[in-house]
């Protein structure tokens, strides 16, 4: 069964650092690999959609690698901002019946 | 394009009794799905449907059912409710051309359920 991990749970960081976010994965046979965030009391807002086939995803100040092979994803926020605060999600797919997500990082970006 | 809509936002029930969680979506996707999300855990597939007409289960479908009458709509059914069913509910619809498989998944905002 696929396992979804997100280390840390939360994270606290000054305005304008950039900063990494972590998702590891179980079973690297994944179709592709999201990442949303969700806001307190919200539904989830993709971010960005990784491929098995892919790499890595940008957009914006986003960027999202993909590594099947060691089991883990990065989401990249460059020079983050107050806004960037929420809970990063992400969730592997390995067909319609298993999509398997991670409990989140919980962020906060202190102007 | 409203996306993907859920109502009731909240809702109060009692044990054992059965209510429907709505859903719909504006986009033309073919897969719908609904999750359940609770503390200190994932979001967990309940049931999902690849097209009108079709559903199966998801990875916790006991005490749920489904149906798929439209591409639009894809209600779920809370048969006799009970206290481990208090959960907030996400509806979810999504694109899946390319692979059996949802690719960018569209959230609704979801439907908090307290069951007493």
């Known amino acids: 069964k696929q396992e979804v991990t997100q280390i840390p749970a939360a994270l606290s960081v000054p305005e304008g650092e950039n900063l990494v976010l972590n998702c590891s994965f179980t079973?690297?046979?994944?179709?592709?690999l999201q990442w949303f965030r969700q806001d307190p009391g919200k539904g989830l807002t993709s971010l960005l959609l990784?491929?098995?086939?892919?790499r890595e995803q940008t957009s914006g100040r986003l960027n999202a690698s993909l590594d099947k092979s060691s089991g883990r994803s990065t989401l990249y926020i460059a020079a983050s901002q107050p806004g960037d605060s929420a809970t990063y999600l992400c969730?592997?797919?390995?067909?319609?019946?298993?999509?398997?997500f991670g409990t989140g990082t919980k962020l906060q970006v202190i102007p | 394009n409203a996306g993907v809509t859920q109502t009731p936002k909240f809702q109060v029930l009692k044990t054992g009794q059965s209510m429907t969680l709505q859903c719909a979506q504006d986009?033309?996707?073919?897969?719908m799905s609904w999750y359940r999300q609770d503390p200190g855990m994932g979001l967990r597939l309940i049931h999902y449907?690849?097209?009108?007409?079709?559903?199966d289960q998801g990875e916790v479908p006991n005490g749920y059912n489904v149906s798929r009458s439209t591409t639009e709509d894809f209600p779920l059914r809370l048969l006799s409710a009970a206290p481990s069913q208090t959960s907030v509910y996400f509806c979810?619809?999504?694109?899946?051309?390319?692979?059996?498989?949802?690719?960018?998944?569209?959230f609704g905002p979801g439907t908090r359920l307290l069951v007493l």
């Open positions: 986009m033309n996707h073919e897969y």
């Open positions: 979810a619809s999504a694109t899946d051309r390319t692979t059996q498989s949802p690719e960018t998944q569209y």
């Open positions: 449907s690849v097209g009108a007409g079709i559903t």
């Open positions: 969730a592997g797919s390995r067909g319609y019946q298993k999509v398997t």
């Open positions: 990784i491929q098995s086939s892919q």
């Open positions: 079973d690297s046979a994944i179709y592709n």
